[in-house]
């Protein structure tokens, strides 16, 4: 059964403190893994896709990479305004569904 | 571009009353639409995917009869919770995928139920 696993579940840094989230994940067949930012009592908002191991995308302060089992979501001197909750999706082969991860509480604290 | 606008973003009811919970693409066509259901620091759990003009296909475990959905038209896609029960608060999400709207770029706001 595809599982997607998130740590922390919660982190807490200082502006400016570097970190990673986690997204470990089995699958059957990876058509995709999907990192997400959801601030409270809103709809995720999309950040990245990716498709294969090795591959790695960036956004501002954020970078996502890849490895066959999980995925890490670089935050370098991380900001306030980047407090919200981190989601991470997978889309597998057999079903054209996409699989949630329970989230990263990330508070950035000034 | 890719728009997906989701009302209402709050709504109370009373118990054993049916609510509906729209979801509409602004500037895209969506033959696919996607409803989640989270509860609180929950992840997203799919309910059902619907293709425009098709039936929807529901998860194992929701209630077709009871998470009535309609995707009649390729910008519009409604849920409506009947008989609902407290038990049915939650957020409700929806996501909609299509010509201009890559799969799983495209998120509602979200819906707050909360039935008394």
């Known amino acids: 059964e595809d599982q997607v696993t998130q740590s922390p579940e919660a982190l807490r840094l200082q502006e400016g403190e570097s970190s990673s989230l986690n997204c470990s994940y089995t699958v059957s067949g990876l058509r995709g893994l999907f990192w997400y930012r959801q601030d409270p009592g809103k709809g995720p908002e999309f950040l990245f896709t990716l498709y294969s191991a090795g591959e790695e995308k960036e956004k501002e302060r954020l970078k996502a990479t890849l490895t066959k089992k999980e995925s890490f979501l670089h935050i370098t001197a991380p900001k306030p305004e980047d407090s919200a909750t981190y989601l991470c999706?997978?889309?597998?082969?057999?079903?054209?569904?996409?699989?949630f991860g329970a989230g990263t509480r990330l508070t950035v604290k000034p | 571009g890719a728009v997906v606008s989701q009302h209402p973003s709050r709504v109370i009811c009373k118990s054993g009353t049916s609510v509906k919970i729209e979801c509409r693409s602004l500037?895209?066509?969506?033959?696919?639409m996607f409803w989640y259901r989270q509860f609180p620091k929950q992840s997203l759990m799919l309910m059902a995917t619907s293709n425009e003009g098709s039936k929807a296909t529901y998860e194992q475990g929701v209630e077709k009869d009871k998470f009535l959905i309609n995707h009649a038209s390729l910008t519009l896609s409604t849920l409506t919770v009947t008989s609902a029960h407290p038990e049915d608060s939650s957020f409700y999400i929806c996501s909609a995928s299509g010509q201009g709207a890559n799969y799983g770029y495209t998120f509602g706001s979200g819906t707050r139920l909360t039935v008394v």
């Open positions: 999706a997978v889309r597998a082969n057999v079903n054209n569904d996409m699989r």
């Open positions: 500037d895209f066509q969506a033959t696919t």
